[in-house]
């Protein structure tokens, strides 16, 4: 055994551990869901915005994690700079967070490769086997993780890519004819476009956009294996948002100019009908007739990157908390490979509860599934704005010289402020339409909101037994300690 983990992810791998953790299904099958609902203008209007908040959120994360490269971070950084409570809140909501999701993805990808094979009552199977294939990418070494997470999200990156080169080829070709222009446009103009549904529909989109970027901030986890984080965090937090962006917006303009936004097709199920992704339609339109098959592949490995990314993020996250001396120490053991294994055991055995699914119908144990963890994503972009925050505040009020940090986030403190205001509007508003019907859908409520309660339920405990303080700017700690 060893007591330090091993700093062998190098800049590229934490470029793909943000890609593979941001862009899954959110892409390859939402995608079309927000131009259906919003309008080809409507859903860019979404993406720029959310995308603007998740732009701030990372340079926040940016600032803290290359001042402090530990595997702990929203948990290590809400405890010195907020509250002890309200880091071993974040921390124990994150860990459940990502668990959960890796069950999610498990039984996703039961969904999807029941396009070739379809086992029936025993498609649980399916499950098993990725288990055990993300299980062994993790248990090996960091630097084994990393590469296979280099290249899962490499595929995904390429046909992304190879979409919008074909979408962009589509569209030139259209313009070439005559009236070309006229018939680009069409698809934005036609009926209520480019607006659709008006601000509601714009609210509802903006809570598919904001999952859709949920990932990006794995970063940070990995921050405590990195090499070099003082120069690689900052570059790859700028490097993975503008790529992440350029990818969604580039997407959604490809589509809206193809496929008009009544086409009652992007409205469907995307994950039992990979026919219907927005990405297969658009190939199909170029003459690529296996489209189907290939985006369900893709989609395939989109799912077990994300697997693979949040079994990752998730056993990191129990080994900080064991670390700090908030989880059972015994998580915080390290293999000769600097793995902790024991969490990795810990964090595997949660993600079994896909297993459900062998009893009841899949789509059923999905959603519920995606219910419980949809929320404590966002508790930790909050728990992110809050801690940069008041870090920096703190860091000025003790004396030193922002310009002795290693990364400067951009527009403080508008940045943070920003970011915090609109994913708490997010957050609250992800079912508001519950609250608005003749009776109250208290279920649908509970379903959504359950993280919230969970979340102040934790934190409450944790600083009634242990007796916290809110951590004043005059006493925060700004000694440098790096993973030991």
Sequence with gaps: MQNKLKRDLKARHLS???????????????????????????????????GLMVYFLMTSLGELAAYLPV????????????????????????????????????VAAQLVISYWFDLGSYSWLWSLLFLMIIFFLNAISVKGFGEAEFWFSLIKVVTIVIFIAVGLLMIISILKGNMGAAIVWRNWIIDDAPFVGGFSSMIGVAMIVGFSFQGTELIGIAAGESKDPEKNIPKSMRQVFWRILLFYILSILVISFIIPYTDPRLLRNGETDISVSPFTLVFQNAGLLSAAALMNAVILTSVLSAGNSGLYASTRMLYALAKEGKAPKIFSRLSKGGVPRVALIATTIVAMLCFLTSMFKDQQVYLWLLNLSGMTGFIAWLGIAISHYRFRKGYIRQGYNIYDLPYRSTLFPFGPIFAFVLCLFITLGQNYEAFLQDKIDWYGVLATYIGLPLFFLIMFTYKYVKKTKWVSYEKMDFSRIKEN
């Design 16 to 50: 793909m551990i943000a890609i593979g953790g941001s862009i899954g299904t959110g892409l390859f099958v939402a995608s079309g869901a927000t131009i259906a609902q919003a309008g080809p203008a409507g859903a860019l209007l979404s993406y720029a915005i959310i």
């Design 71 to 106: 595997s702990g971070t929203f948990a290590t950084y809400g405890a010195k700079y907020v509250d002890e409570s309200f880091g071993f809140a974040i921390g124990w909501n994150y860990w459940y967070n990502w668990a959960i999701t890796v069950a999610v993805d498990l």
